[in-house]
């Protein structure tokens, strides 16, 4: 049972306009979110994250918003650089002993120039 | 800064050897993880360790994986007897307690990608 999903596996946007990533979650016990982008054959880069007494963390051209209601996050990010060309991942913990990341399958964003 | 590493970075090893990977964490860090993460998927969570401590273990993690991290610096995950459905990359990430804040983030190493023939 996914209990983070990311229902694209794929997107492709122009460079310059806006790239919107979602993630969908299922356990109401999670109250801490971040999003990783990742380049093949590297391990997985912080990009920002958002906690759930939040609704909206902006870090530059990277803008996450969270529905806590509709359990959906988002990623914006503007405007969309070839550089951004990577697999986003989301991911998802809560409170407890461990605060271990359950990660969704990841979307692959391509930036087209 | 130096961040997380991990050695080695690539392994190939025959079905029944064993294997060791190595994570150096981020110096400041007391907590230490392993993921492992195969094709088409998000990295799984395997082991957690805060300081010397191995504080939580997956259901992924068989009787044939084993991980340790003497004196709360590195860790090593080692696989025995591999089997083909080892074949992965392995993760490791660190991050610090956070103290009164929950927020805690965790960095990732460049990991180390396992086949076993």
């Known amino acids: 049972d996914q209990q983070v999903k990311q229902n694209s596996p794929s997107l492709s946007v122009q460079e310059g306009r806006i790239s919107i990533l979602n993630c969908d979650y299922t356990?109401?016990?999670?109250?801490?979110f971040l999003w990783y982008k990742k380049y093949p054959a590297e391990g997985p880069t912080f990009l920002i994250s958002i906690s759930s007494i939040k609704d909206k963390n902006e870090d530059g051209r990277f803008t996450v918003f969270l529905n806590k209601s509709a359990k959906h996050l988002s990623l914006h990010i503007v405007p969309s650089q070839p550089g951004d060309s990577a697999v986003y991942f989301c991911a998802a913990s809560f409170s407890g002993s461990a605060r271990q990341l359950t990660f969704g399958s990841g979307t692959q964003l391509t930036v087209l120039p | 800064d130096t961040g997380v590493s991990q050695d080695p970075r690539h392994k190939i090893t025959k079905r029944g050897q064993n294997v060791t990977f190595r994570c150096d964490p981020i110096s400041e860090h007391n907590r230490l993880y392993w993921y492992r993460q195969t094709l088409g998927q998000g990295p799984e969570f395997l082991t957690y360790?805060?300081?010397?401590?191995?504080?939580?273990k997956s259901r992924l993690l068989s009787d044939r994986f084993s991980a340790e991290r003497p004196k709360g610096s590195f860790s090593t995950l080692e696989i025995q007897r591999t089997e083909q459905g080892d074949s992965a990359m392995y993760l490791c990430a660190s991050s610090r307690r956070p103290g009164l804040a929950t927020e805690e983030t965790q960095y990732f190493g460049p990991g180390t990608r396992l086949l076993v023939l």
């Open positions: 360790f805060q300081n010397e401590a191995q504080l939580e």
């Open positions: 356990n109401s016990m999670f109250d801490y």
